[in-house]
């Protein structure tokens, strides 16, 4: 049944005058295979054996050990045994998909294999990581039972700081573990503004007293109260209401007071403001004395969530492919480090999408810039890059050259990142001829032949008919539209050429921290 054993257990193993003593029914029926194993090898290097082989759980039959095991199947114990005749971690022909990796963690998990289980964990998180992200639901219900997961755990509590989307929905909410959302509130990289983490509080709450979900809050008995309160208890203080704007904090925080602390409760406005009030207003300190209330209570004040990027159409889990592309490189896995700061200059649902308003915005703003464009009834993200200012000419649109721009896509239509592009201003070779070695004294001329790189047509294009336009045709936007046809630029961004509408899209100035060129 062992396939890859190493050469001297293999032999000891398959031979039939050693003592098998121990017979292990592997699977759920009718998946069930038995396997004849010896209890010394399986004690010496799992605990759980050492226990379910023990004096005083063993069921014997013909003076054999009897065991079964249901919730591993056959395939992954066949691996497991592999390492534990032979301690190796790797193993030819073994599949490395995501949920065959997964599923081994669990096994070795359950029979106390930890040096294996660490090994997948790693394995996983470093080339499996894309997948990781679109099987979040299952990893998370896994890393939430098995709580000696800790790699796998603090991987997915890190892609949940930075694509909170991932779990805290409304369709999800409800399966996110308190341990799991305190571990969250805590942490000062989680990328939510503070009046949204409050939303998602009370979303959570909810969840947890179902039937509050049917009715108005107005129709709410003291007795609904106190079952939100409960629910929430150790929750709503690792809110930063400090980080609420005085208008949120009367408009959303101020209708729940019954599930407020004191402390909380005295800081709320007792009022609604001015209209005409700052709205960015973000710390409760700036407030006066009469309308904070704050005689004899103790302010405390959290630090404020760092935000990588205030986008509403990518996370910060997208930055370290941009980075990459920044930097020169193709596709690929993730890298570790950030190394632009990306600040918001337009947002077209904010600022308006014509022409106009992007030049007004970003000519002479200064470069580079990044461009994201989310597509309609898509979940694909198309953009840019460029390292000149943009320009409106006065009459005839205009062309420049930038070796160091390119056009991309994050995702496919369906939001699969395992299918992001990057296309970069076409480079073709041009052969020119030339004498290499006159020999005047015969009178016969060698030519050879050298290859030279041009680079043929623009990569930005400047017309203020037009918002920002990458190549004569290969990224262009107007208004609500998006034109994309290759032409000057090595690929394709979209499946197919043509005319998209777009939700939304936004301009970043990007500044670099190291130098790359």
Not at 100 to 106: E, F, G, K, T
Not at 287 to 311: A, H, M, P, W, Y
Request: proline fraction near 4%; aromatic fraction near 12%.
């Amino acid at each position: 049944m062992i396939t890859k054993l190493g050469t001297k257990n293999k032999k000891f193993y398959q031979k039939e005058d050693i003592d098998h003593d121990v017979i292990i029914y592997v699977g759920d029926p009718p998946n069930v295979i038995s396997f004849s194993l010896h209890s010394e090898v399986l004690k010496s290097r799992s605990k759980y054996f050492q226990v379910a082989l023990s004096s005083e759980w063993v069921r014997k039959q013909d003076d054999r050990i009897m065991l079964t095991i249901p919730t591993i199947s056959p395939e992954v114990f066949n691996f497991l045994l592999n390492h534990i005749y032979t301690d190796k971690l790797i193993f030819e022909g073994a599949p490395t998909d995501g949920k065959s990796c997964l599923n081994r963690i669990v096994a070795a998990d359950e029979l106390n294999l930890n040096r294996l289980s660490l090994h997948e964990q790693k394995f996983l998180i470093t080339n499996r990581s894309e997948w990781l992200r679109n099987n979040f639901l299952l990893v998370y219900k896994i890393i939430t039972t098995i709580p000696t997961l800790n790699l796998l755990r603090d991987f997915c509590l890190n892609l949940l700081c930075e694509e909170p989307s991932l779990l805290l929905n409304y369709h999800t909410i409800h399966l996110v573990d308190e341990s799991i959302f305190s571990l969250l509130l805590k942490m000062d990289t989680l990328q939510m503004s503070e009046i949204s983490i409050w939303d998602t509080v009370i979303e959570w709450g909810i969840s947890k007293v179902p039937y509050l979900s049917d009715s108005n809050i107005e129709d709410w008995t003291q007795d609904d109260w106190e079952l939100l309160k409960s629910s929430l208890i150790n929750i709503i203080p690792l809110v930063r209401f400090e980080h609420i704007s005085k208008r949120d904090l009367y408009k959303y925080v101020k209708p729940f007071t019954e599930i407020l602390p004191k402390d909380i409760l005295s800081k709320l406005p007792t009022n609604e403001y001015d209209k005409n009030l700052d709205d960015n207003v973000d710390n409760i300190d700036n407030i006066d004395d009469n309308e904070k209330n704050l005689e004899n209570v103790e302010i405390i004040t959290t630090s404020k969530r760092f935000q990588q990027i205030d986008s509403t159409i990518i996370t910060i889990s997208h930055l370290p492919q941009i980075s990459d592309w920044i930097k020169g490189k193709s596709c690929g896995e993730f890298p570790k480090a950030y190394d632009f700061n990306f600040s918001l200059i337009l947002r077209a649902s904010r600022d308006g999408y014509s022409p106009n308003t992007f030049h007004r915005w970003c000519d002479d703003y200064g470069a580079p810039t990044l461009i994201l464009i989310k597509l309609k009834d898509s979940c694909q993200i198309i953009g840019g890059y460029n390292c000149f200012s943009w320009k409106s000419p006065m009459v005839f649109s205009t062309t420049q050259h930038d070796e160091h721009a390119f056009i991309f896509s994050l995702c496919d239509k369906y939001g699969d990142r395992e299918n992001a592009k990057v296309a970069r201003p076409k480079r073709i070779k041009k052969k020119k001829c030339f004498n290499n070695n006159n020999n005047k004294g015969n009178g016969n001329f060698i030519k050879t032949a050298k290859n030279r790189f041009i680079t043929p047509g623009p990569s930005l294009k400047f017309s203020r008919f037009y918002g920002p336009c990458f190549g004569k045709t290969d990224l262009q936007l107007q208004n609500r539209l998006a034109y994309c046809k290759q032409r000057d630029y090595d690929d394709n961004i979209t499946e197919q050429s043509g005319l998209f509408e777009i939700d939304d899209y936004e301009i970043f100035r990007v500044e670099i921290c190291q130098k790359y060129y």
